[in-house]
């Protein structure tokens, strides 16, 4: 079956500091793999996706890159803020088991101190 | 410009009543997905339409159910509210199978 395993938190790191957030994944065939990111109060936004091995996806300064060969999509910044205080999700959609919904982590929780 | 908006965004009810959270998308997608979030498990899918007339059921859609009259809206109903039903409720839609998907704000919803 399909499921996403993700880092328990929560995680506290002080501004600028480095931020890995593990993922790993079983699925059949190749699924698409996503983070979404919750800020306090509000929904789901995507964060940045990757639909075939080895292809990286970045945004906002976030990297995390598709490894079939260790079924992995760890999640990466060089420097924290603040603002990214928030719970992060790693989930995966594989349209080749025939059911189009994304299969979530159970999400981490990152505090950014000054 | 498009979103999706949920309503209401606060409930309390008691246990065994009916009730219906709204899902309203304004984006023209035919693929909408209804999630509850719970500590520990992070989102899990109740139901979900592939478009008008279409339901299906998700991994925990006991208690609950969907209708898809238009494209735009979705409405999730739980018939008879129990305690375990107590969680938040996120509404989805992509616009093509497979593709991003885009969440709603979220309800809270509070079974006494």
């Known amino acids: 079956g399909n499921s996403v395993t993700q880092m328990e938190g929560p995680v506290t790191l002080s501004e600028e500091a480095f931020l890995t957030i593990n993922c790993t994944y079983t699925a059949t065939g190749y699924p698409s793999l996503f983070w979404y990111v919750q800020y306090p109060g509000e929904g789901l936004q995507l964060l940045l996706k990757?639909?075939?091995?080895?292809d990286k996806g970045s945004n906002k300064g976030f990297e995390a890159t598709y490894r079939k060969e260790t079924t992995s999509f760890h999640l990466e910044k060089g420097s924290v803020q603040v603002s990214d205080s928030a719970v992060y999700f790693c989930a995966l959609l594989n349209d080749q088991t025939g059911a189009n919904n994304l299969f979530f982590g159970t999400g981490t929780r990152l505090t950014v101190i000054p | 410009d498009a979103e999706i908006t949920q309503s209401p965004r606060h409930k309390i009810t008691e246990t065994g009543r009916q009730v219906t959270l709204a899902c309203h998308q304004t984006w023209n997608h035919n693929n909408m997905f209804w999630y509850r979030q719970d500590l520990g498990h992070g989102l899990r899918l109740i139901h979900y339409s592939y478009g008008v007339q279409d339901t299906n059921k998700g991994e925990v859609s006991d208690g609950y159910s969907v209708s898809r009259s238009n494209t735009e809206d979705l409405p999730l109903t739980l018939e008879s509210a129990a305690s375990s039903q107590t969680s938040v409720y996120f509404c989805?839609?992509?616009?093509?199978?497979?593709?991003?998907?885009?969440f709603g704000p979220g309800t809270r919803l509070t079974v006494l």
């Open positions: 990757a639909t075939k091995a080895d």
């Open positions: 989805a839609s992509s616009p093509q199978l497979a593709d991003t998907q885009y």
